[in-house]
């Protein structure tokens, strides 16, 4: 780990300004830095592109549209997340919640809950939102070369009331909150390089991370698909939770890992699909398998 003094300065600074704006001149002011970060990441961006044109099957001018509209939709995130604490108590009007029943069902078989969610739109105002309705949320969150992001970011979730799990499955500790019957986030939607287990990902194979569920068929913890996305407006979110997966012909789930994470990817994709600009195109999702980096 080592600090990166300018990078820690840039974020104290938009810290003081964007919670500073009321909310909607906060998130277009998040819309405009990513466009400029788009202007000025030709590499990235040319890779994101042309990624998204092969995958989707899409134009190069529909390609362009959607990683357009990815980046500008990143830089809303990044300042939702900043202004995460300030905005908790408001997340009722921002976030329309829709299948929380699938999720009070799951809970209360009281065998913890595995979240299957992914990086698009964003999650974290909808995992806060659910804390506040009394879900014991636990989100998996990276760990960054400087610990004082990590540090921040950790306390940006908890002030919310969402815990933090460190990265790379944790394990003692997304067990115990598993073991205790509470709710664990994971996105799958990353590469899980030598460690994985390869699957079907908006129909190319790629490797995807097996540890949660192994989790879910040792613990018998249901896994319940989510996905948060960004309305039209580009200010309000709607959280869908969907029923738990099921296993191969009646088996519990997890019990065929390759079924299990074929199922895993295919709700994912099929999220991605119908909102294409939401998902983080700038991500080598592909990189083991295709040697797309």
């Known amino acids: ?20 704006l009321p909310h909607r001149s906060a998130l277009a002011l998040g819309a405009f830095l990513g466009s400029v970060v788009e202007r000025h990441s030709p590499k990235r961006v040319a890779k994101a592109r042309a990624r ?9 001018e529909e390609a362009v549209e959607i990683i ?6 990143f830089g809303r995130s990044l ?24 999720l009070r069902e799951a809970f209360e078989r009281g065998h913890g809950v595995i979240f299957l969610s992914a990086h698009m739109g ?50 003692k500790a997304a067990i115990s909150c598993l073991r205790k019957g509470e709710v664990l986030a994971v996105m799958l939607d990353q590469d899980a390089r030598e460690a ?9 194979p790629a490797s995807t991370p097996i540890g949660p569920i192994k989790m879910a068929r040792k613990f018998g913890s249901p896994v319940v698909p989510v996905h948060v996305v960004r309305q039209r407006d580009g200010i309000h979110l709607t959280m869908t939770i969907e029923p738990p997966l099921e296993g191969k012909d009646g088996a519990p789930f997890g019990e065929d890992p390759q079924h299990a994470v074929d199922s895993c990817n295919e709700r994912i994709s099929s999220w991605i699909r119908e909102n294409p600009a939401q998902w983080l195109w700038m991500y080598p999702r592909w990189a083991t398998t295709t040697g797309d980096r």
């Open 68 to 73: 357009r509209d990815t980046y500008r939709n």
């Open 52 to 60: 998204c044109a092969r995958i989707l099957g899409v134009t190069e």
């Open 79 to 102: 300042v939702e997340f900043v202004r995460l604490p300030k905005m908790a108590g408001e997340l009722e009007a921002l976030v329309e919640l829709k299948g929380e029943a699938h």
């Open 1 to 20: 780990m080592r600090k990166q003094p300018a990078f820690w300065a840039a974020l104290q600074i938009s810290r003081g300004i964007f919670n500073a």
């Open 196 to 204: 994985g287990l390869v699957s079907p990902f908006l129909g190319v």
């Open 122 to 171: 964003n999650w974290e105002y909808g995992a806060a939102l659910l804390a506040r309705h009394g879900f014991p949320m636990n989100a998996i969150g990276a760990d960054y070369r400087d610990p004082r992001f990590t540090k921040a970011f950790q306390e940006l979730r908890e002030n919310a009331g969402v815990k933090h799990v460190g990265k790379g499955l944790d394990l």
